[in-house]
C-alpha cells in the first residue's frame, strides 16, 4: 500500500511540474501574440470609425 501510494504522489508532483511549466509556455506565447493583436485590432477600430464619421458628412 506504501508503494502504491507513493507512486501516486510522485506521479501528481510530475504532472504538477508539467501543468506548470505548459502554463509558462502558454503565457510567454500568448504574451507575445496578444500585443500585436492588440495593436491591429486597435487599428482597424479607428478605420471603421474613421470610415463612419465620412458616412455621415
Not at 501528481?12 to 510567454?28: A, F, R
Not at 491591429?40 to 471603421?48: H, I, K, L, S
Request: no cysteine; aromatic share 10%; proline share 0%.
Amino acid at each position: 500500500m506504501n508503494e502504491w501510494l507513493q507512486n501516486i504522489g510522485l506521479f501528481s508532483v510530475v504532472l504538477l511540474l508539467l501543468y506548470t511549466i505548459k502554463k509558462g509556455y502558454d503565457q510567454y506565447d500568448l504574451k507575445g501574440i496578444g500585443d500585436y493583436e492588440d495593436v491591429e485590432v486597435t487599428r482597424q477600430a479607428e478605420e471603421v470609425v474613421q470610415s463612419l464619421r465620412s458616412r455621415k458628412s
